[in-house]
Structure formats: structure tokens, C-alpha cells
């Protein structure tokens, strides 16, 4: 049971950056998925989360109209898209789902996810 986040990288301020989050081991879509991240010296926050089947998602108030969560079922896939990216936007970001009893978790307490894909590096800098 794995999950593998990819695609960070470098982008300049009102650059855009898609993020990939691959499940093996198990169906993604029985089950909530979140995306953290974590900024040096800083606590980790959630991002987005999307819900399994009811299609409800979450943002943090920071990312609101700039970050899109969704899902692709059949890649057993979920993606962040962010666009018009800030330096403060820098961190590494986190994908992760909760254990099977709370798949259909719906919150954003880093406590409830229990696999975590491995981070990947987004720096927003010109």
C-alpha cells in the first residue's frame, strides 16, 4: 500500500505546476485523499483535500481559486493543479490517505491519514 506524489519542481511567481498522486496497492477512489505541505520552520498545513465518491472538496483559504483538486479514477490518480503560484507557496507537498475504517474521512487532521506519499519539492522563485 503506497502512494507515490510527483511532479514538483521550479516555477516562477504566476507560473503553474501540476502535482501527481499514484496509488498501487490499493483503490484510490474508496477513499478520502489529502494534500499537506510543509515550508521550512514551519507546521504542516493542509492544502486541499477531495472526498471519495461525493466529489466534495476542501482549500485552505490561502489557495482558494488558484489550487483544483480532482481525481481521475481509472489512473488511480489524484492531482493538484496550482496556478498563479507565490513564493510563499513554497514547500514540500504531501499527498495522503487515511487508513481503510476512515477512507470516507472528510477533515483536514494530519493525525487521520496513515499513508503518505513521499513529498515532492515545489520552490516558486524567479
Known amino acids: 500500500v503506497q502512494l507515490q506524489a510527483s511532479g514538483g519542481g521550479l516555477v516562477q511567481p504566476g507560473g503553474s505546476i501540476r502535482l501527481s498522486c499514484t496509488a498501487s496497492?490499493?483503490?484510490?477512489?474508496?477513499?478520502?485523499v489529502a494534500w499537506f505541505r510543509q515550508a521550512p520552520g514551519k507546521e504542516r498545513e493542509a492544502v486541499s483535500v477531495?472526498?471519495?465518491?461525493?466529489?466534495?472538496?476542501f482549500y485552505t483559504e490561502s489557495v482558494r481559486g488558484r489550487f483544483t483538486v480532482s481525481r481521475d479514477d481509472a489512473k488511480n490518480t489524484v492531482y493538484l493543479l496550482m496556478d498563479n503560484l507565490k513564493p510563499e507557496d513554497t514547500a514540500v507537498y504531501y499527498c495522503?490517505?487515511?487508513?481503510?475504517?476512515?477512507?470516507?474521512?472528510?477533515?483536514?487532521?494530519?493525525?487521520?491519514?496513515?499513508?503518505w506519499g513521499q513529498g515532492t519539492l515545489v520552490t516558486v522563485s524567479s
Open positions: 496497492g490499493f483503490n484510490l477512489d474508496a477513499y478520502t
Open positions: 477531495i472526498h471519495s465518491q461525493e466529489g466534495f472538496t
Open positions: 495522503a490517505a487515511p487508513s481503510y475504517e476512515l477512507r470516507q474521512y472528510y477533515g483536514t487532521e494530519w493525525q487521520r491519514f496513515t499513508t
